[in-house]
């Protein structure tokens, strides 16, 4: 349905566009929905869903996504609204500035990292800082006599 004039809902869950392994491919891609990479990539990459870098995969490239696994190579940095995964065979050269990471025995990262910090904890409580707690604490024993 080419030029179709009603726009269809695109599920960043699903794997969209796949590079294969015998492809090398050139450019910056931006992509709605997920990527998975096998071959080799020299470019940028901005991706509303999730980008797979497979075994046997090449990167060289900055990276925009919502989560992303790395089985690969990368060189490149990577900017994540969850989560990063390095694979045990994955080999990530470049900064971090992610949610979540997870490098599993054997994956390689250099670089720098930076982790953001959620405004609410998973469990709905607020983020304060340990400092600010213990004040809070001897404040509430404080008011309450002592006990």
Do not use: W
């Amino acid at each position: 349905m080419l030029g179709s004039s009603k726009s269809k809902r695109i599920d960043t869950k699903t794997t969209d566009t796949l590079i294969g392994g015998s492809t090398i491919c050139e450019g910056k891609i931006m992509s709605e929905a997920s990527l998975r990479i096998e071959g080799q990539l020299h470019g940028d990459i901005e991706c509303a869903g999730d980008i797979t870098i497979g075994e046997n995969a090449v990167v060289q490239s900055n990276i925009l996504a919502r989560d992303v696994i790395i089985a690969g190579k990368v060189k490149g940095n990577i900017q994540t609204k969850g989560k990063l995964i390095v694979t045990s065979s994955g080999v990530l050269v470049g900064n971090i500035d992610v949610r979540s990471f997870i490098i599993q025995e054997g994956g390689i990262f250099q670089g720098s990292s930076a982790m953001q910090i959620a405004a609410i904890s998973d469990k709905g409580g607020k983020v304060i800082d340990a400092q600010a707690h213990k004040q809070q604490k001897n404040e509430q024993q404080a008011a309450s006599g002592g006990n």
